[in-house]
């Protein structure tokens, strides 16, 4: 009589490690990821919790700094509200590549993160406080997928200048080995990781756009 041998699946190398090097191998491999992310949360809660604590009806030339308000956007045609968009994330990409290029951009480049968010916040609380459903609904249909890329494009770029400006104050104090040929690898591998948050942007601002036309324009504030 023939024996029946059944074979049970056998865990993976990585489900036998124990859950403490499991969450270190994790937050060692994504862990800046998860720090900007947190980041930018953190700047969109305290700008929501920042508008609607305000006036609710109107916001301040400081609040508006770098945002769109619907209403301002009605007269526009398809290409200035391209235009809009992608001029604003790209000052904040351009921010973030000046200040990887320096030592003080350690503590800089999350700022500029918190700051995004914050406008976010900012944006999310005014329509929320001052137009109601209507605000939330103009917020999640035509704003959310164009502000959730862009967070994707800042949130993946940050990562590399923020290793980049590590390097400037490493290198500012003679605590690297071969710094000619480490700066120029460091140096590309920022440029092409920039190259790719900036299709993100592109497409986040087409995004912007074309729900607008579909979607934003049917909304009166």
Do not use: W
């Amino acid at each position: 009589m023939k024996s029946i041998v059944i074979a049970l699946p056998q865990p993976s190398e990585e489900q036998r490690q124990p859950f403490r090097e499991r969450l270190t191998s994790f937050f060692r491999r994504y862990g800046a990821a998860v720090f900007f992310l947190a980041v930018l949360l953190s700047g969109f809660v305290v700008g929501a919790v920042r508008s609607t604590a305000g006036t609710g009806q109107s916001l301040s030339l400081a609040d508006r700094f770098l945002l769109s308000l619907p209403y301002s956007m009605s007269v526009r045609s398809p290409a200035m509200v391209f235009a809009d968009s992608f001029c604003v994330s790209f000052i904040f990409a351009a921010s973030l590549c000046f200040l990887a290029l320096t030592p003080s951009g350690i503590a800089a480049i999350p700022a500029v993160i918190f700051f995004r968010g914050f406008e976010y916040g900012i944006l999310a609380g005014h329509l929320c406080t001052a137009y109601g459903f209507k605000g939330l609904a103009y917020f999640v249909s035509v704003v959310f997928a164009g502000a959730f890329l862009s967070s994707l494009a800042f949130v993946y770029v940050s990562q590399y200048c923020m290793g980049c400006s590590l390097y400037m104050l490493l290198a500012l104090f003679g605590n690297l080995v071969n710094g000619n040929n480490t700066l120029r690898t460091m140096f590309r591998e920022l440029v092409l990781n920039v190259s790719y948050s900036l299709i993100l942007i592109v497409l986040a601002s087409l995004t912007d756009t074309v729900l607008f036309i579909l979607i934003g324009r049917s909304f009166s504030f």
